[in-house]
T-cell receptor
């Protein structure tokens, strides 16, 4: 099946530093990737839609200057958490779509990245 | 009203039981329905994918979609402790790139 790889799986950083998380589609090209955030025992919260070759679309309430998204190729999207603070500590998950029908998509997820800001 | 409603549980069942997980939705444009399983501290894993109404079976798992009632279900037969996870329903409309998720139901299968 389709595979989406995410790296690193966990990272600890100091407050004020920046952290980059990579999301790769391994066996298919993804013009669109999605970034989610998940707090413990809560569901996925869509942060932004990453579009290859263009600017990401951010959900309401998500700071685009804090969460920088770059989708430079059809198989790679990156999320950079800039000037991280302890409240940014969370589980970040990416996903990529795979068209199963002409107008439909199913979404595969990466393994997630645990970010802890100390 | 949320686009997708899902009972968060938690749901505890004994090993071997039949589990029924459900979601309701309000958008009649949804045509694609998915169930994901998420183990603790892991990314969601696609379990079942269904297009439009009907049933789909894969091993111990059966997905049902009733578009007239805007109601989808996932049944797990002969549940195992390894089925203990959070199950998320998700759905999308034709031409849309994004999914709408339920909040997830936490399931524990007790040996």
């Amino acid at each position: 099946g389709a595979v989406v790889s995410q790296h690193p799986s966990w990272v600890i950083c100091k407050s004020g530093t920046s952290v980059k998380i990579e999301c790769r589609s391994l066996d298919f090209q993804a013009t669109t990737m999605f970034w989610y955030r998940q707090f413990p025992k809560q569901s996925l919260m869509l942060m932004a839609t990453s579009n290859e070759g263009s600017k990401a679309t951010y959900e309401q309430g998500v700071e685009k200057d804090k969460f920088l998204i770059n989708h430079a190729s059809l198989t790679l999207s990156t999320l950079t958490v800039t000037s991280a603070h302890p409240e940014d500590s969370s589980f970040y998950i990416c996903s990529a779509g795979l068209a199963l029908r002409t107008s439909g998509n199913t979404i595969y997820f990466g393994e997630g990245s645990w970010l802890t800001v100390v | 009203q949320k686009e997708v409603e899902q009972d968060p549980g938690p749901l505890s069942v004994p090993e071997g039981a039949i589990v029924s997980l459900n979601c309701t939705y309000s958008n009649s444009a949804f045509q694609y329905f998915m169930w994901y399983r998420q183990y603790s501290r892991k990314g969601p894993e696609l379990l079942m994918y269904t297009y439009s109404s009907g049933n789909k079976e894969d091993g111990r798992f059966t997905a049902q979609v009733d578009k007239s009632s805007k109601y989808i279900s996932l049944f797990i037969r002969d549940s195992q402790p390894s089925d203990s996870a959070t199950y998320l329903c998700a759905m999308s409309a034709p031409g849309a790139n994004n999914l709408f998720f339920g909040t997830g139901t936490r399931l524990t299968v007790i040996p």
